[in-house]
């Protein structure tokens, strides 16, 4: 492949199937061989669903049914391979990851053990457990099937670092946590969401290192968005729910067996977009594949729905956006790929096809790595 180290962009694909890889993507490739797999590892099987990278380091979950879920740390070489430098086991079902501001605090929130994890990190790879925060639900919520029990789905630092939220899909409630050491935190109240409304994932608005005045909240069991206008009072964030759009926008929620469920929320890099992925929903390319939801936001956090755009497969579970916002990269779970799509900034559009399109069993996270 003709490359340069300049042009060269590196992606990390996590999976269900027991990887984790790295790929090396040109677009200036004048062979129009745009990518190709750098490495390859299986320390974290069984499921490597999710990754967070902080710095060099890259964390892991190893998301487990019924028994002791872990994370791990990997070192990224210059080479762009991986190099494990610890681990620590935690709640089972692991399926998401936040760093602390300053590295020494990671957030694990666990959706088969309905609970949250945290652990203290040295700054170089080495992981100990440190609190466990384990919850239970009087009763299961509107959606018994779903929310017989709590579900976090989530760990996400706020902008300032001073706090920890935590979508939970089964108690229809976001946990709002404040580190109270360098490695603990404690909470100290719930955001309440509608019954039924599932949430999965969360992005604070605007982008920046200030306090966010909005948090968009995607339910997955409702196929809806939330905002939420905030507000702080010592170490408690409270959210205002002001407004809810549908993850398809103006477009009609398909109906079927099983239903859509939505999956990823994210901001582009210039905070004038949101997109939301769509499983399940094949609207797209002859009801062949799953969507893309694009928003723009005004000044007053107010979304205005743009565009469904197809995802390059089934189930698109995570994607993430380049930092000048030219290239996002979306992991198709349901049919085992992955695509790179080209994104328009300008106007925060997708391009309908993507540049490449690459099979990767279980294809669950697809990061990309800009140090």
Not at 123 to 149: H, I, W
Not at 253 to 281: M, Q, T, W
Request: some cysteine; hydrophobic content about 35%; charged content about 15%.
């Amino acid at each position: 492949m003709a490359t340069t180290a300049s042009a060269a962009r590196t992606l990390f694909v996590g999976s269900g199937k027991g990887t984790i890889k790295s790929y090396e993507f040109d677009e200036t490739a004048t062979d129009k061989v745009f990518i190709k797999e750098i490495f390859s590892t299986s320390d974290s099987s069984p499921a490597p669903t999710w990754q967070t990278i902080f710095g060099n380091l890259l964390y892991s979950v190893s998301e487990t049914e019924g028994t002791e879920g872990v994370v791990t740390a990997y070192q990224i070489g210059s080479d762009k391979k991986l190099i494990k430098k610890g681990s620590a086991k935690g709640l089972a079902g692991p399926v998401s990851i936040a760093v602390g501001k300053g590295g020494k605090l990671v957030v694990s929130a666990a959706y088969g053990a309905g609970g949250v994890n945290t652990f203290a990190a040295d700054g170089s790879g080495g992981l100990t457990t440190s609190q466990t925060f384990k919850y239970e639900n009087a009763k299961p919520g509107a959606v018994p099937d779903r929310q017989k029990e709590p579900h976090p789905h989530q760990a996400l630092m706020d902008p300032t670092g001073k706090f920890v939220i935590v979508p939970d899909l089964g108690s229809d409630k976001v946990r709002v946590f404040s580190p109270n050491s360098s490695t603990t935190i404690k909470e100290t109240n719930v955001i309440d969401t509608p019954a039924g409304f599932g949430p999965r994932h969360a992005v604070f608005y605007p982008l920046g290192n200030g306090n966010a005045t909005h948090l968009f909240v995607v339910g997955e069991l409702s196929n809806n968005i939330i905002t939420f206008k905030l507000t702080y009072e010592g170490d408690q964030m409270k959210g205002e729910n002001v407004a809810t759009m549908s993850t398809f926008g103006t477009q009609p929620v398909p109906s079927g067996s099983p239903a859509p469920a939505a999956g990823e929320i994210a901001l582009s890099p210039d905070g004038k977009y949101l997109y939301v992925s769509n499983r399940l929903d094949k609207t797209q390319a002859g009801n062949t594949q799953d969507s893309i939801a694009a928003f723009c936001i005004d000044n007053g956090a107010k979304l205005t729905f743009m565009q469904l755009s197809a995802s390059g497969g089934q189930s698109p579970r995570h994607f993430s956006i380049t930092k000048d916002g030219n290239w996002v990269a979306i992991a198709n779970s349901g049919n085992g790929n992955f695509g790179i799509f080209k994104r328009y900034p300008g106007n925060g559009t997708l391009a309908s096809l993507p540049i490449i399109s690459m099979a990767n069993e279980g294809a669950a996270c697809a990061m990309w790595y800009e140090p």
